[in-house]
């Protein structure tokens, strides 16, 4: 839990400890159909550092045990996070007044005169009495959320890992992020945070959290490749530190590579020793994105110039590419550009603007790659189509059209 927060509660403590002119919550507790009557505590006010919150049963075992931190900048709406989900923080209004007890003792009961009765000394009832030090005029109400991961990809990318770096005289390391830095300025859960640095592949290097540069990721793989066929390794399995010896003593750091080696495949055992094996799509697909570059082409020489560049054994498949590429009749030839999803905005309303904007009809087949990995939730599927999309099918055999609601 914050330390503010924490402050700010230890604080009010000590100013509602003793007294006050009533009693505490205690009072109220185990009251069954009793009346109970109210003063004003001595520190009864604002209190602004008092906000009620609900919460469902499973979300108190982090409240109560401080695994919960309230994130946001001034500017932003604030969450909060669990270790592993995020919620949004959203003011609900009371229609009735709710009436904020601090704990302690309850006060000695008062005597109340019996209304039917003419002796004003005998008492018929008596009531306890417990002091308010707030009225309530609303509480936090708590919705499970998307975690807020946009902001993450720029600030990585503000500066990238290239080769042959020097941080030396980087006494301030202006555009580098630690994990606490990323904790504080990216509004997600720290498990939410850790599964997105994997998804776009980031890297810790010196304590600071990297994108790697893609001329140095392409130069890393190219190495990889080349001392394959020198030292006659199967790129289903290359021997870990036959791999990370080779190229460190080529100058490259070992970690790296060993980041690359994750990225571009997949750690195996194989005779009690450590080896990796370099997937097929994740491969051609990175040279598929250097064949074609940042413009068009036709069809038919992308494919070319994209299979004389992949290695041997390999065999590229315009499937290897959904959700990377988009393919556009122009006349009677077939152009394809670059438009990868991981470059696109993580909210649905912001996603499917910058779809539209790309384009303003869709077909499923093209669509579905774009928004396959949008995570709202309580929202399926289907619910993010209807809300964000008209879908129109002329014929009931007829592929359906998308276009923007």
Not at 279 to 300: P, Y
């Amino acid at each position: 839990m914050d330390a503010a927060m924490e402050d700010a509660a230890a604080q009010s403590e000590r100013e509602w400890d003793g007294g006050g002119g009533g009693g505490g919550a205690d009072a109220v507790l185990g009251l069954a159909g009793a009346s109970l009557s109210l003063c004003y505590h001595e520190a009864f006010g604002p209190h602004d550092e008092l906000i009620l919150l609900e919460a469902a049963d499973d979300l108190l075992p982090d409240l109560l045990q401080g695994r919960v931190t309230v994130r946001g900048r001034p500017e932003e709406e604030a969450v909060l996070c669990t270790p592993s989900a995020t919620y949004a923080m959203k003011f609900v209004g009371n229609s009735n007044s709710v009436f904020l007890i601090p704990p302690g003792e309850s006060a000695a009961p008062t005597s109340r005169p019996n209304a039917t009765d003419g002796d004003d000394n005998v008492a018929s009832a008596t009531d306890a009495v417990a002091s308010i030090i707030k009225v309530a005029s609303g509480n936090i109400e708590l919705v499970r959320t998307a975690p807020r991961l946009d902001k993450l990809r720029k600030l990585l990318n503000e500066r990238p890992y290239v080769l042959d770096e020097d941080l030396g005289s980087d006494v301030q390391h202006k555009g580098l992020y630690t994990w606490q830095d990323l904790c504080e300025l990216v509004q997600a859960s720290d498990g939410e945070l850790t599964e997105q640095l994997s998804s776009i592949s980031a890297v810790e290097i010196d304590g600071f959290w990297r994108m790697v540069d893609d001329s140095s990721a392409n130069t890393i793989l190219d190495m990889i490749l080349h001392n394959s066929v020198l030292h006659d390794w199967s790129l289903n399995s290359m021997p870990e530190n036959g791999v990370l010896d080779v190229m460190e003593s080529d100058g490259f750091m070992r970690k790296i590579v060993t980041h690359c080696l994750n990225r571009f495949g997949t750690k195996v055992e194989k005779e009690a020793r450590g080896c990796w094996s370099l997937d097929e799509r994740r491969v051609c697909l990175q040279f598929a994105r250097r064949a074609l570059g940042a413009g068009k082409m036709k069809l038919e020489n992308f494919m070319d110039k994209w299979e004389r560049s992949i290695p041997s054994g390999m065999r590229a498949d315009l499937q290897m590419l959904e959700g990377e590429v988009l393919c556009e009749k122009l006349g009677a030839e077939t152009w394809v550009h670059t438009f990868s999803v991981a470059d696109l905005p993580l909210a649905p309303a912001e996603r499917f603007a910058a779809l539209f904007q790309e384009r303003p009809k869709w077909e499923w087949k093209d669509l579905q790659p774009y928004i396959r990995d949008l995570r709202v939730p309580g929202v399926s599927s289907e619910g993010l189509l209807i809300k964000y999309t008209r879908k129109t099918q002329p014929s009931a055999d007829a592929e359906p059209i998308f276009t923007a609601r």
